[in-house]
């Protein structure tokens, strides 16, 4: 009898929590598309195109002038003196060596720049997420990656970076 008690208890806590369970309303998002799909990081992203062309174009130079310097080792070395091509040789060590540096802080740059853009775009994006949660009466918004499976009616995504883009226009 207590045995028979108990279980009806647990079954009546069961369906209680079952149909909480029913009223909770969730939302998926994918994080990460919805902020490279706002108008403000396609315009940062052709900004950064702008902004370091001419770094990459001198690069682009110092690469032809690597891959000349290397054609006149291999074609011309029996029409060279020993210090010509010394002399040759230096200069391709020292213009590798200033490429690679300059790969380098162009790297470092682009990171740190592109890094800064995402922080600030990411936290922007949670702040729109958690008011259009709240417009929508969403009780829970997960991330994307983090679901195994969701019906695309669930998918935040499309109207995360819509008012992402209508909250934080890119400028002209």
């Known amino acids: 009898m207590v045995k028979r008690l108990l279980a009806l208890m647990v079954l009546g806590g069961l369906a209680t929590a079952g149909t909480m369970l ?20 396609k315009k940062a992203q052709a900004d950064l195109e702008t902004k370091f062309r001419p770094r990459q174009q001198a690069m682009a130079k110092l690469e032809q002038d690597l891959q000349q310097i290397q054609n006149q080792l291999q074609t ?37 720049e592109r890094n800064e853009i995402l922080q600030r775009s990411g936290q922007r994006m949670t ?8 417009e929508k009466g969403l009780d829970v918004v997960i991330e994307a990656s983090n679901a195994i499976f969701f019906k695309p009616t669930f998918d935040l995504t499309g109207d995360a970076t819509v008012a992402y883009d209508k909250t934080y226009p890119a400028a002209k």
């Open 22 to 41: 029913a009223q909770v309303k969730v939302a998926i998002i994918d994080l990460q598309k919805a902020v490279l799909n706002t108008a403000e990081i």
């Open 127 to 134: 702040d729109v997420v958690k008011k259009l949660a709240e």
């Open 76 to 112: 011309g070395a029996a029409k060279m003196t020993q210090q010509q091509a010394e002399d040759l040789q230096a200069t391709g060590t020292r213009k590798q060596r200033e490429l690679q540096r300059m790969g380098e802080d162009l790297q470092a740059d682009v990171d740190r």
